[in-house]
C-alpha cells in the first residue's frame, strides 16, 4: 500500500509516519513517498522519520521527491497537507486582517479568505493531477482552510477526497471523558462546517449523556470548552461549540488580544521552524529529540491567545497529542481493509444537512467502509447556527467563484459577506493589502 504525502517536508509529517509504525495488520501501508517543493525540508523530514523507525521492524519504507507527478503515480492514498504561501504568508494573513481591525486567523474570517484563495487554484490542479494519473486513490485532505479545499476538490474527483480535521475528535474525547464515558463507544451527535460546528448530543448505549453535562456547572467548566467559553453561554447554547467558534461568539476580544501580543501564532509558528529547519542542518543534531521538543511547545502554545482572553489557562496534558494523525489512519484502515467505522469527516453533503444543497462540503459524522465515506443524516441547526453555517458557506462559495474566474470583485464580495467582516470598504483594502503581499494572489484582476 502506497501512501503519498503532500507537503511532505512540513512539520507535522512525523505525527503520521509515527500512527503508521504502530500498524501491524494486513493491507498496511508499505510505502510512504514525501512530496515538497523545498528539499531542505524533505532532508530535514526525512532524518526525523528514520529515528523514528529505527527500532521498528518492517517499518514503510520512506522516500522523498520535488517531482509532483511522480509522487501521485501509483499511489493508493494521498495525503494533502500542503501549505501555499508557509508560514510567512500566514503572518501575513494575520498581519493583513489586524491593520484592518478583524480577525486574520487561518481558517477564520479574513485570514482564512486569505488563506483560500491562493490555496484554492493549487489544490485543484492537484486534483486535477490525480484525477489523470492516480484515479483509483483516495485523497485525504487536512490541507487548510479544510472544509473549502475539499470542496474544491471534490469538483473534479467527487467522493474520492474526504477532509479530516482533529478538532472534533478532540471535542468529543473531552466531553466523553468529564462524562465518564468511553469515546469509543459513544457516538458524538457533531454537525456543522469545518471549525463551525457544534456537539448537540453524545450518546452512549442509545442514551444521550449531553443533558447531565449541561445541567452541571461544576462539571462543564472543568474541560477545555468549558473553560473557554463559559458554563453560563453553553447552557444557554445547549451545546458544546467548536472551539474555533470562540472566534465568533467572542470576536471583539480575540481580535483586541491578537492585536497586543508581540508575535502573532503564525509569526511565532514562522520562527520556531526556521529555527527547526536550521537545527536539522546539523549533522550531529539528534533529528526526533529536536522534533518532539518544538512539537511540545507548539501544542503548549495552541490559541493562547483565546485561552487568555477568557481566563482558561494552560491547556490541559491530555489535549497536547493532536490527533488528526489517528482519524487519517483510521479512515485508511476502513477503506482498505473494510473495518467499518464511524468517524467526523468533511465531506459532500448528500442530502444529510437538509439546509444546504448536496454538493456542499459539511463535517458531520460518517458511516465509512470500503467504499468511502457516506455521511450520516443529522437534525436540523436551531436557527442561529444555521444562519451561520449558510453565511459562511455563501462566503466559501464566493471564495471558489474567484478562483476559477480570477475576479477581484469576486474576491472582494467573498470578504465583504463574511460576518466577521464588517465593512465593504475593509473588504476592498483587505483583498489590496494581501494583494500586496501575496505573490500568490496576482491572478486576481
Same mark, same amino acid.
Given at each position: 500500500?502506497?501512501?503519498?504525502?503532500?507537503?511532505?517536508?512540513?512539520?507535522?509529517?512525523?505525527?503520521?509516519?509515527?500512527?503508521?509504525?504502530?500498524?501491524?495488520?494486513?493491507?498496511?501501508?508499505?510505502?510512504?513517498?514525501?512530496?515538497?517543493?523545498?528539499?531542505?525540508?524533505?532532508?530535514?523530514?526525512?532524518?526525523?522519520?528514520?529515528?523514528?523507525?529505527?527500532?521498528?521492524?518492517?517499518?514503510?519504507?520512506?522516500?522523498?521527491?520535488?517531482?509532483?507527478?511522480?509522487?501521485?503515480?501509483?499511489?493508493?492514498?494521498?495525503?494533502?497537507?500542503?501549505?501555499?504561501?508557509?508560514?510567512?504568508?500566514?503572518? !501575513?494573513?494575520?498581519?493583513?486582517?489586524?491593520?484592518?481591525?478583524?480577525?486574520?486567523?487561518?481558517?477564520?474570517?479574513?485570514?482564512?479568505?486569505?488563506?483560500?484563495?491562493?490555496?484554492?487554484?493549487?489544490?485543484?490542479?492537484?486534483?486535477?493531477?490525480?484525477?489523470?494519473?492516480?484515479?483509483?486513490?483516495?485523497?485525504?485532505?487536512?490541507? !487548510?482552510?479544510?472544509?473549502?479545499?475539499?470542496?474544491?476538490?471534490?469538483?473534479?474527483?467527487?467522493?474520492?477526497?474526504?477532509?479530516?480535521?482533529?478538532?472534533?475528535?478532540?471535542?468529543?474525547?473531552?466531553?466523553?471523558?468529564?462524562?465518564?464515558?468511553?469515546?469509543?463507544?459513544?457516538?458524538?451527535?457533531?454537525?456543522?462546517?469545518?471549525?463551525?460546528?457544534?456537539?448537540?448530543?453524545?450518546?452512549?448505549?442509545?442514551?444521550?449523556?449531553?443533558?447531565?453535562?449541561?445541567?452541571?456547572?461544576?462539571?462543564?467548566?472543568?474541560?477545555?470548552?468549558?473553560?473557554?467559553?463559559?458554563?453560563?453561554?453553553?447552557?444557554?447554547?445547549?451545546?458544546?461549540?467548536?472551539?474555533?467558534?470562540?472566534?465568533?461568539?467572542?470576536?471583539?476580544?480575540?481580535?483586541?488580544?491578537?492585536?497586543?501580543?508581540?508575535?502573532?501564532?503564525?509569526?511565532?509558528?514562522?520562527?520556531?521552524?526556521?529555527?527547526?529547519?536550521?537545527?536539522?542542518?546539523?549533522?550531529?543534531?539528534?533529528?526526533?529529540?529536536?522534533?518532539?521538543?518544538?512539537?511540545?511547545?507548539?501544542?503548549?502554545?495552541?490559541?493562547?491567545?483565546?485561552?487568555?482572553?477568557?481566563?482558561?489557562?494552560?491547556?490541559? *496534558?491530555?489535549?497536547?497529542?493532536?490527533?488528526?494523525?489517528?482519524? *487519517?489512519? *483510521?479512515?485508511?484502515?476502513?477503506?482498505?481493509?473494510?473495518?467499518?467505522?464511524?468517524?467526523?469527516?468533511?465531506?459532500?453533503?448528500?442530502?444529510?444537512?437538509?439546509?444546504?444543497?448536496?454538493?456542499?462540503?459539511?463535517?458531520?459524522?460518517?458511516?465509512?467502509?470500503?467504499?468511502?465515506?457516506?455521511?450520516?443524516?443529522?437534525?436540523?441547526?436551531?436557527?442561529?447556527?444555521?444562519?451561520?453555517?449558510?453565511?459562511?458557506?455563501?462566503?466559501?462559495?464566493?471564495?471558489? *467563484?474567484?478562483?476559477?474566474?480570477?475576479?477581484?470583485?469576486?474576491?472582494?464580495?467573498?470578504?465583504?459577506?463574511?460576518?466577521?467582516?464588517?465593512?465593504?470598504?475593509?473588504?476592498?483594502?483587505?483583498?489590496?493589502?494581501?494583494?500586496?503581499?501575496?505573490?500568490?494572489?496576482?491572478?486576481?484582476?
Amino acid at each position: 500500500m502506497k501512501l503519498t504525502i503532500l507537503g511532505g517536508g512540513g512539520f507535522r509529517v512525523p505525527l503520521v509516519y509515527g500512527a503508521l509504525l504502530t500498524d501491524r495488520g494486513e493491507g498496511r501501508v508499505t510505502e510512504v513517498v514525501l512530496h515538497d517543493l523545498d528539499d531542505s525540508r524533505l532532508y530535514a523530514v526525512a532524518r526525523v522519520l528514520a529515528e523514528q523507525a529505527a527500532t521498528v521492524p518492517d517499518a514503510p519504507t520512506v522516500t522523498a521527491t520535488t517531482d509532483l507527478d511522480e509522487a501521485l503515480r501509483g499511489a493508493d492514498f494521498i495525503f494533502s497537507a500542503i501549505r501555499v504561501g508557509g508560514l510567512e504568508g500566514r503572518a !501575513n494573513d494575520e498581519r493583513v486582517a489586524l491593520a484592518e481591525g478583524v480577525l486574520g486567523q487561518e481558517t477564520v474570517g479574513a485570514g482564512g479568505i486569505a488563506y483560500g484563495l491562493r490555496t484554492v487554484p493549487v489544490a485543484v490542479d492537484i486534483a486535477r493531477r490525480v484525477a489523470r494519473l492516480a484515479p483509483d486513490a483516495w485523497v485525504i485532505n487536512f490541507t !487548510n482552510p479544510a472544509g473549502l479545499v475539499t470542496e474544491a476538490m471534490s469538483r473534479h474527483l467527487g467522493d474520492r477526497v474526504i477532509g479530516i480535521c482533529d478538532s472534533p475528535v478532540g471535542l468529543g474525547r473531552r466531553i466523553a471523558k468529564v462524562l465518564g464515558a468511553n469515546p469509543r463507544e459513544a457516538f458524538i451527535d457533531y454537525v456543522g462546517l469545518n471549525h463551525l460546528g457544534w456537539v448537540r448530543g453524545l450518546r452512549v448505549a442509545g442514551r444521550d449523556e449531553l443533558p447531565r453535562l449541561l445541567a452541571d456547572p461544576d462539571l462543564l467548566g472543568s474541560f477545555e470548552e468549558g473553560k473557554l467559553f463559559g458554563t453560563d453561554w453553553l447552557q444557554s447554547l445547549g451545546a458544546i461549540p467548536n472551539e474555533y467558534l470562540h472566534y465568533y461568539y467572542f470576536n471583539r476580544e480575540t481580535v483586541r488580544a491578537y492585536s497586543e501580543v508581540e508575535r502573532t501564532r503564525g509569526a511565532f509558528l514562522r520562527d520556531q521552524q526556521a529555527q527547526f529547519y536550521d537545527e536539522m542542518k546539523r549533522p550531529d543534531a539528534s533529528a526526533l529529540t529536536v522534533w518532539d521538543r518544538t512539537r511540545a511547545e507548539r501544542e503548549a502554545t495552541y490559541m493562547s491567545e483565546n485561552r487568555e482572553t477568557a481566563g482558561a489557562g494552560e491547556r490541559d *496534558a491530555d489535549d497536547l497529542s493532536g490527533g488528526y494523525e489517528k482519524v *487519517a489512519l *483510521a479512515l485508511m484502515r476502513a477503506i482498505a481493509r473494510d473495518e467499518r467505522t464511524t468517524l467526523i469527516l468533511n465531506v459532500r453533503n448528500q442530502g444529510a444537512l437538509s439546509v444546504l444543497d448536496t454538493d456542499a462540503v459539511i463535517e458531520v459524522p460518517c458511516l465509512v467502509d470500503a467504499n468511502g465515506a457516506h455521511p450520516v443524516a443529522v437534525d436540523p441547526l436551531p436557527d442561529h447556527a444555521t444562519g451561520l453555517v449558510c453565511a459562511v458557506k455563501g462566503v466559501e462559495r464566493e471564495v471558489l *467563484a474567484a478562483a476559477e474566474s480570477g475576479s477581484r470583485t469576486t474576491a472582494v464580495k467573498a470578504f465583504a459577506l463574511h460576518p466577521l467582516v464588517d465593512s465593504v470598504n475593509v473588504a476592498r483594502r483587505l483583498v489590496e493589502g494581501y494583494s500586496e503581499v501575496h505573490p500568490g494572489l496576482a491572478y486576481l484582476k
